[in-house]
């Protein structure tokens, strides 16, 4: 794990990889909420815009800042 971050609520927790995946976590149950964000590099930061909508994860082989708005999680 390379970086995290709680939404301003605390109901949900981003997190980034070296791998280049951003996932979203509900904080309360623990499970994956949404897809995932994949990125060509290793997550440097992430975290939420101020009004806790979409979510800004940076990182990459060229440092890039990414808006992102994940699809609900399958079957949900």
């Given at each position: ?10 109901r ?5 990889t ?11 149950t ?9 990125v060509?590099s ?9 009004a806790?909508g ?8 060229v440092?890039?800042?990414y808006e ?9």
């Open positions: 794990m390379y970086a995290l971050r709680f939404s301003p609520d605390g949900h927790l981003l997190t980034g070296s791998g280049g995946r951003v996932t979203r976590w509900d904080a309360g623990g499970e994956r909420s949404g897809e995932d964000l994949l060509d290793v997550v440097k930061a992430v975290g939420f815009t101020p806790g979409l979510l800004v994860a940076t990182g990459g082989t440092p890039r800042v992102w708005n994940p699809a609900p999680a399958k079957g949900r």
